[in-house]
């Protein structure tokens, strides 16, 4: 099991970016997946982004060139920077982990993009 606490979000305007952070508890060399999830109001979680230990990286149609999903091993933490943000980015954000059977969530942090 881990512990997750994502960080980074807040308000910005349309072609703007953030950093959003996700500490785990523990070594996430040792976590196979990591994924960054959004959910919008009123819509279903969908998947953004997947970094798996060996370092390869998935992303969703949606915002592929835009954002970018990393890790850095000594500080146990997954970074998701996304750049030239639109309003349809808007959602919380939140952080998975997945190790064998095990999903763990961290809380999530609110994006909001103005126009």
């Known amino acids: 099991q881990v512990q997750l606490v994502e960080s980074g979000g807040g308000l910005v305007q349309a072609g703007g970016s953030l950093r959003l952070s996700c500490a785990a508890s523990?070594?996430?060399?040792?976590?196979?997946?990591m994924e960054w999830y959004r959910q919008a109001p009123g819509k279903q979680r969908e998947l953004v982004a997947t970094i798996t230990s060996a370092g390869s990286t998935n992303y969703a149609d949606s915002v592929k060139g835009r954002f970018t999903i990393s890790s850095f091993n000594a500080k146990n933490t997954v970074y998701l920077q996304m750049n030239s943000l639109k309003p349809e980015d808007t959602a919380v954000y939140y952080c998975k982990a997945v190790i064998g059977p095990y999903i763990n969530w961290g809380q999530g942090t609110q994006v909001t993009v103005s126009s």
């Open positions: 523990r070594n996430i060399f040792s976590i196979p997946v």
